[in-house]
């Protein structure tokens, strides 16, 4: 499935894709060479002039931006289970897509795990030290909605990282600013310039778009490859490579049986400790340090209490408290309820599963994932 997100004020352009999108889609389709489906994000797309006129972070293109984001994910998660996702957005449909992505990230959704390919044209949320950068832009120089602050300045998850493409031509100052400019690119005089220049509308003209197309085409096929490649059977379904998500551990999901989870895993499971109704249980062979919290035969919870075993968004055991937060602003902070420490809590909007991070003040001393109410229970079964 190729999703495309269009750029502000494209929303009825070219099938709804808007010019660019819509020459990178149809070059992956004639690249890719087999079967696929398409389909344009229906949001806003308010016009950019709004995001820069009316001091970055203001009324339609904030709503706009918002309902793209809330949009996209209600159609990543709507998505089968075993097809392979292409993302393509220009402009404020690649923000679009940034956003969506750090949302699933920070929330350890396992639809990360199915994306083949994400290309991101002229993103207003462009990083300028990040890895996958295409272009002409300066490296130096992030994208004018992550140097105003419109959204929080972080990368995109790193399992994604190597799947994507952000492109952005010198002279665009929607995804290249130079942060000494913000407050002048705030003048209407200086929106003018900008659009006047067309440097941000010649994508489609200049082979980016096709470019973008053609990437997305042979990464699909590999990923596709690797897909088969990983799914052979006998592999070990939890070894050091497996992470955790907020509803499940690498092929162990929080809802399970533990006759399931022993299945999916490959791992004979044990009970440590068992109490009305709730049991720990260990996976012999599993890495160190995770027990499953089961509640009447049903896999409630996943408890981390030592290093080495993380979350797609790669917090663990030893992450500071601090990182967390600049990664997921919107978490929950509460006291511990032993300790000078925290309880940093973010839920998948999505489920409602949760992830719960026990710190003392400064670094993550444990965590644990799953569902309500007992992904929250302070005391594990006792």
Known sequence: MVIGVPG???KGDALGYGKTVLRAVRRFQQSYGG???????????????????????SDDFKLSADTGITNLLRTLNDQEACRPIVLIGFSQGALV??????????????????????????????????????????????????????????DLPAEIQRRTDSYCQDGDLVCATDPGTVDRVLGDEVIRIVHAKKIHRSYADKGIADEAGTHAASRTRKFLRGSTQTSAPNKPGLNA??????????????????????????LPFVVELEADGCAYYLATGAPEGVSFMVI?????????????????????VGTSEAEILRLSPTAAVTPHAYTDGHYVTITDDTTGNKFVFETDGTTVTAYHAGRPPEVEYIEGCS
């Open 8 to 10: 502000s004020g494209e």
């Open 97 to 154: 897509i940034n956003r969506a992505l750090v949302g699933l990230g920070n929330a350890g959704s396992r639809v990360l795990s199915r994306i083949a390919s994400v290309e991101l044209i002229a993103d207003p949320q462009r990083l300028g030290a990040a890895p996958y950068l295409e272009g002409s832009a300066k490296r130096k120089y992030a994208g004018i909605s992550a140097s105003a602050g419109f959204y929080p300045a972080d």
């Open 296 to 316: 009447d035969d049903t896999v409630a919870r996943i408890d981390i209490d030592k290093q080495g075993v993380l979350t797609k968004s790669g917090f663990g």
């Open 35 to 57: 079967p696929s489906d398409r389909q344009a994000l229906q949001y806003p797309a308010s016009d950019a002039l709004s995001l820069l006129s009316r001091a970055l972070g």
């Open 241 to 266: 490579e497996s992470v955790v998500s907020t509803d499940s551990y690498g092929p162990v999901v929080v809802g399970a049986t533990v006759g399931e989870a022993e299945r999916a895993s490959g």
